[in-house]
């Protein structure tokens, strides 16, 4: 049973990333959230089809993650960041190394992916300058990618509409890898397209453009999540870390979506077996319920800014935030992660991936699909655009999905899903069916 909302005065805020006139005519307003579901204001029961913004993979309300933050809450509020910290950051730090690739020991805390990325930007600079390379400053990102809103974020990220405004902020210095998407070649491939491996050599090019000691790192995500979860090819991102290697070059990968489990491993790193130098990571670390971000870092790259350092009461690293490794977030992500380990999510999470890809493959054939995707516990199906209206036909099928009780996550005439691993076998079909049908009302 639906009922009319009750009306709210909607002028005051402006809301992120979203079409606020458009919205402002077809308001979504969301009451409550327990398990996998949502329920908004008219009453209706919606499946949580994106884990909100890819950061609540354990679904919503667990009562241990809301019990260990009161705790803190009585306990220690807020510890301050700069010369001290508490004990439970220590012990979260060490967790997260012991999750992560060998060698990634140590852990820099901030706030959210876009404070991680610019960190991680950061520590890649200062790295190369104490090492007395100081004329590697140059970052390269690639097309189409996202690493949040940062200036640094923005400068190595490749989706255009996100930096348009912004010229005049960008960082120097920096070139851009293409993306890997090519449907004449990978269109409706499960996992891993076969094809795309050789796009990785764009990197030789660029470092033989610019010179390889002017370049500090090269970051990337594993999967591009936000443009519509492309998937890298096989081998690609292999070749992309030995040229990096070759080079002197570091390399970061952003794993802010893929990071936790998404890709059916603990990081993209594992699934991809490729190790970075840094992992960005933030959303699932709390399962969003508080924010948190962070940096992952090889310890020889820690030890080398405290080496640059100078005398010892000298601050080796002049970068953080007043809420890094703050004990609330510290004791939400402590609770996520023992629930992590005692529900096994990481492999109910790989269990689902083969609905997800049959579920999600099965649509192929229905009429303007030009595309399917999956790896881990994450897929999108892209759309023909409705002629000189680029992302109507995406919206409609949100808006379709909503009747139909689920919520999907759309960028363009793309449609992302990525369910919460506390999803069963029959929720993914039941999503993807929705979807299904969304689509044909859509066309
Ligand atoms: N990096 C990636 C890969 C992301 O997907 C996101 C957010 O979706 C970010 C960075 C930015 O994170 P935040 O919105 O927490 O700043």
């Known amino acids: 049973m639906t009922s009319n909302p009750k009306p709210i005065d909607m002028s005051a805020y402006w809301l992120p990333y979203t079409p606020n006139r458009y919205f402002h005519q077809h308001p979504k307003v969301m009451k409550s959230a327990k398990g996998a579901y949502y329920f908004d204001d008219h009453g209706r029961k919606l499946f949580d089809g994106l884990s909100g913004l890819w950061c609540s993979p354990l679904g919503h309300a667990d009562p241990r993650i809301g019990a260990a933050i009161a705790k803190q809450y009585d306990t220690m509020d807020y ?52 090492q007395g390379n100081a004329s590697r400053i140059r970052m390269i990102g690639r097309e189409r990618a996202y690493h949040g809103v940062g200036i640094g974020g923005i400068s190595v990220g490749g989706i255009v509409a996100n930096r348009k405004m912004f010229a005049s902020m960008m960082m120097p210095g920096v070139d851009h890898l293409p993306h890997t998407l090519n449907l004449s070649q990978m269109a ?26 002017t370049i500090a790192a090269v970051i990337l995500e594993p999967v591009q999540g936000s443009t519509g979860v492309l998937v890298p090819p096989l081998g690609y991102l292999q070749k992309i870390r030995e040229i990096c290697t070759k080079h002197g070059i570091l390399l970061i990968f952003d794993e802010v979506i893929t990071g936790f489990g998404r ?12 190790t970075p130098d840094m992992i960005v990571f933030a959303k699932a670390i709390t399962n969003g319920v508080i924010p948190m971000g962070g940096v992952l870092v090889r310890g020889d790259i820690y030890d080398s800014i405290m080496g640059g350092g100078g005398q010892e009461q000298l601050i080796e690293f002049f970068h953080g935030y007043t809420y890094s490794g703050h004990p609330i977030p510290v004791a939400a992500a402590h609770a996520v992660l023992d629930i992590f380990e005692s ?23 229905k009429s303007g699909l030009l595309d399917i995707r999956n790896i881990g516990l994450s897929g999108a199906v892209e759309l023909e655009p409705v002629p000189g209206k680029p992302g109507l036909r995406a919206m409609k099928v949100l ?9 999907v996550r759309i960028s363009n005439d793309t449609i992302a899903v990525g369910p919460p691993f506390i999803s069963t076998p029959a929720e993914v079909e039941n999503l993807i069916s929705a979807l299904g049908d969304a689509v044909d009302d859509a066309m």
């Open 263 to 274: 890709l059916s491993a603990n990081f993209g790193a594992d699934r991809f077996g490729v």
């Open 188 to 213: 409706f491939s499960k996992g891993q397209p076969t094809w795309g491996a050789h796009l990785a050599d764009e990197l030789e090019r660029i470092v033989a453009l610019h010179d390889a000691n």
């Open 343 to 365: 529900d096994d999510l990481v492999n109910r999470a790989k269990a689902l991936e083969p609905i997800l890809e049959n579920a999600l493959h099965a649509l192929k054939g």
């Open 399 to 407: 808006e379709a999905c909503i009747e139909r009780g689920v919520l």
């Open 79 to 130: 510890c301050p960041a700069f010369q001290m910290a508490s004990e439970a950051t220590f012990t979260l730090a060490s967790r997260i190394v012991k999750l992560a690739p060998a060698g990634l020991d140590k852990v820099f805390f901030t706030n959210s992916g876009s404070e991680a990325v610019d960190t991680a930007l950061k520590i890649a600079i200062g790295y190369h300058r104490v």
